[in-house]
């Protein structure tokens, strides 16, 4: 707790993010409190700030949702997390990080390269974004990027892409908390940190929210492509530490 005047900052302006983009609260956060907290912390934390602040922005995003794609994208996620889990089994768990953090980045490059969104979005590049993202996630707690790549290069408006975006996030951060509850008991220090951030989180998302509604972007590569980038770099290096 002695750490609250710094991790306050880092949340708010996280949220900021979140509630302009429908995504990023996550990636900025952990790395954030990871300078000041354990993982065994920071990520419980996170995921149920990123979940509640998630919940208040619900109401607007069930309106501009397309709800045929997040239904395929979560359908897709929950066929790919055995996968991932299997493949953990399977396969070095610091070698699945090294391959999927090489994905993003050819991921990046791709969305750089197209200037334009394709047309061709199918029931089968759907499931396969979410089994990827499912993969991504159990296997190497890196499922969003692909989520990302694909609203990126759908033929959704900004809108309907921050608002699908928002309800599958509301949907695998459920299951990822629920999985945690059960693998790990939480501390007094958890909650308690929990309930402290939970106010500028809160604020932030709601400032995100208003810029959003004020002056949308024509674009979230801008966003997505440094937060792409940030995730797999992260990755590398925790990967690389773990040698």
Not at 158 to 184: D, K, P, W, Y
Not at 187 to 196: K, R
Request: include cysteine; hydrophobic fraction near 55%; aromatic fraction near 10%.
């Amino acid at each position: 707790m002695e750490n609250l005047v710094y991790l306050v900052p880092i949340v708010f302006f996280a949220g900021i993010v979140r509630g302009y983009a429908g995504f990023g609260f996550a990636v900025i956060a952990v790395i954030g409190l990871n300078l000041f907290l354990d993982p065994i912390k920071s990520v419980p934390i996170v995921l149920a700030l990123d979940f509640i602040c998630s919940i208040s922005l619900i109401r607007e995003a069930t309106k501009h949702a397309d709800k045929k794609t997040f239904r395929i994208l979560a359908s897709g996620s929950i066929l790919g997390i055995p996968i991932g889990l299997l493949l953990l089994y399977l396969l070095p768990a610091i070698w699945l990080k090294l391959a999927i953090c090489s994905f993003v980045l050819i991921l990046v490059m791709l969305l750089i390269k197209k200037a334009k969104p394709s047309q061709n979005d199918s029931f089968g590049k759907k499931l396969l974004t979410g089994v990827a993202s499912g993969v991504g996630t159990s296997s190497a707690s890196i499922g969003g990027p692909m989520i990302l790549y694909y609203i990126l290069s759908s033929p959704l408006n900004v809108r309907a892409q921050r608002a699908t975006m928002i309800l599958f996030f509301i949907v695998s951060e459920l299951v990822a908390l629920i999985g945690l509850g059960l693998s790990q008991s939480s501390s007094n220090e958890v909650y308690l940190t929990i309930a402290c951030l939970l106010v500028p989180t809160m604020i932030g998302v709601k400032i995100g929210q208003f810029f959003f509604n004020k002056r949308p972007p024509t674009s979230f590569k801008s966003i997505s492509l440094p937060l792409m980038v940030l995730v797999a770099v992260v990755g590398f290096s925790q990967a690389f530490r773990s040698m």
